[in-house]
């Protein structure tokens, strides 16, 4: 099939909402081969053209908070009203393989295995925070297939929540109680992004301490002050019970609300769009700098050296400055 006739019959395939072509067409534009590049970015100007309604919701926490089984409980309560859902999951990556190692399918039974949803896990491999380098088109892809609600899934809790943070409308943040002290290692910055959180495992036999751990955080959010017209929602869930689940799902509804009513939503999904392109940028320039000849053994040499403790990281910048001409 010719790239032209490949590129439209994707875009046929994305507006019957056909899963094959999402998932050929997400692999496309992850692609570093560069006999894709071009392609993958025609796929992607005609599909960004075209405006859609969804509700990007962010979804993180730390190891072990029960992120899989929450994004599973939420993805089914929004199939339930008839929406069709997308959950982009980006897995720690094997150094060695840089394949998704934890294959987030699996522990999405009931997700899995409907018709209105979609699931793509993704190795997060060497990118900054945790989200791949194509969650952005990713999104967008979703979209153009009809996907009403897209769920994106982070490694944990860091660098992830900055970058992902640019991408959703939403930041849902899922913490535990009783693990040690309640404000330790949830960072202030964090906590400050976050519009919704979410004492996660809150089953009856630790129902106590997520309510003493609560109280902890609405003082703590209190401090923090009003997040741009929004008040932050904090409630307790147990996505094994299903305990409070319907004031969670609420908030996500009263939060989306609040961005349509106030006009927040049309001017996030600019910021959203912005940050792209910056995005672009960058992913450009490396992509340039590393495709000239020799550039990559150049920079793994000098990787080594500073291994070896031969070479400071600042002695290798500037000779990589002089050597490749960028400090020309």
Same mark, same amino acid.
């Given at each position: 099939?010719?790239?032209k006739?490949?590129?439209?019959?994707?875009?046929l395939?994305?507006e019957?909402?056909?899963?094959?072509?999402?998932?050929?067409a997400?692999?496309?534009?992850e692609s570093?081969?560069?006999?894709?590049?071009?392609?993958a970015?025609?796929l992607?100007?005609?599909?960004?053209?075209?405006?859609?309604?969804s509700?990007?919701?962010?979804?993180?926490?730390?190891?072990?908070?029960?992120?899989?089984t929450?994004?599973?409980?939420?993805?089914?309560?929004?199939?339930?009203?008839?929406k069709?859902?997308?959950?982009l999951a980006v897995d720690?990556s094997s150094?060695?393989s840089?394949?998704?190692?934890?294959?987030?399918?699996t522990?999405?039974?009931?997700l899995?295995?409907?018709?209105?949803?979609f699931?793509?896990?993704?190795?997060?491999?060497?990118?900054?925070?945790?989200?791949?380098?194509k969650?952005?088109?990713?999104?967008?892809?979703?979209?153009?297939?009809?996907?009403?609600?897209?769920?994106?899934?982070?490694?944990?809790v860091?660098?992830?929540?900055?970058?992902v943070?640019?991408?959703?409308?939403t930041?849902?943040l899922?913490?535990?109680?009783g693990?040690?002290?309640?404000?330790q290692? @949830? &960072?202030? *910055?964090?906590?400050?992004?976050a519009?919704i #959180?979410?004492?996660? +495992?809150? /089953?009856?036999?630790?129902?106590?301490k997520?309510?003493?751990?609560?109280?902890a955080?609405?003082?703590?959010?209190h401090?923090?002050g009003?997040?741009?017209?929004?008040?932050?929602?904090l409630e307790?869930?147990?996505?094994y019970?299903?305990y409070?689940?319907?004031?969670?799902?609420?908030?996500?509804?009263?939060?989306?609300?609040?961005?349509?009513?106030s006009?927040?939503?049309?001017?996030?999904r600019?910021?959203?769009?912005?940050k792209?392109?910056?995005k672009a940028?960058?992913q450009?320039?490396?992509?340039a700098?590393?495709?000239?000849s020799?550039?990559?053994?150049?920079?793994?040499d000098?990787?080594?050296? @500073? &291994?070896? *403790?031969s070479?400071?990281?600042?002695a290798? #910048?500037?000779?990589? +400055?002089? /050597?490749?001409?960028?400090?020309a």
């Amino acid at each position: 099939m010719q790239e032209k006739e490949h590129i439209q019959a994707l875009i046929l395939g994305l507006e019957k909402g056909e899963v094959r072509s999402l998932s050929r067409a997400i692999t496309l534009i992850e692609s570093t081969a560069e006999k894709d590049q071009v392609p993958a970015d025609e796929l992607l100007n005609k599909v960004s053209s075209k405006k859609r309604e969804s509700h990007r919701i962010a979804i993180t926490g730390v190891p072990g908070v029960g992120k899989s089984t929450f994004i599973e409980r939420l993805g089914m309560h929004y199939i339930s009203q008839g929406k069709k859902v997308a959950v982009l999951a980006v897995d720690p990556s094997s150094r060695i393989s840089h394949g998704s190692i934890l294959g987030d399918k699996t522990r999405m039974d009931q997700l899995s295995a409907s018709s209105m949803a979609f699931i793509r896990p993704s190795p997060a491999s060497e990118t900054l925070g945790g989200v791949t380098n194509k969650t952005r088109e990713s999104i967008m892809l979703c979209e153009a297939a009809g996907y009403e609600i897209i769920l994106i899934e982070t490694v944990g809790v860091g660098q992830s929540e900055i970058e992902v943070k640019d991408m959703a409308d939403t930041f849902l943040l899922l913490m535990l109680a009783g693990a040690g002290d309640e404000l330790q290692g @949830i &960072k202030r *910055g964090i906590m400050e992004m976050a519009d919704i #959180l979410v004492i996660h +495992k809150a /089953e009856v036999e630790v129902l106590a301490k997520a309510r003493e751990a609560a109280g902890a955080y609405k003082t703590a959010l209190h401090l923090l002050g009003q997040k741009e017209g929004w008040e932050q929602r904090l409630e307790l869930m147990s996505s094994y019970t299903g305990y409070n689940e319907d004031k969670v799902f609420e908030a996500l509804k009263a939060h989306h609300d609040f961005l349509e009513s106030s006009g927040k939503l049309e001017l996030i999904r600019r910021a959203q769009q912005a940050k792209s392109f910056e995005k672009a940028i960058e992913q450009e320039v490396l992509r340039a700098f590393f495709s000239k000849s020799g550039m990559k053994k150049m920079v793994d040499d000098l990787k080594n050296q @500073i &291994k070896l *403790g031969s070479l400071s990281s600042r002695a290798a #910048l500037n000779r990589l +400055k002089d /050597e490749s001409g960028l400090g020309a």
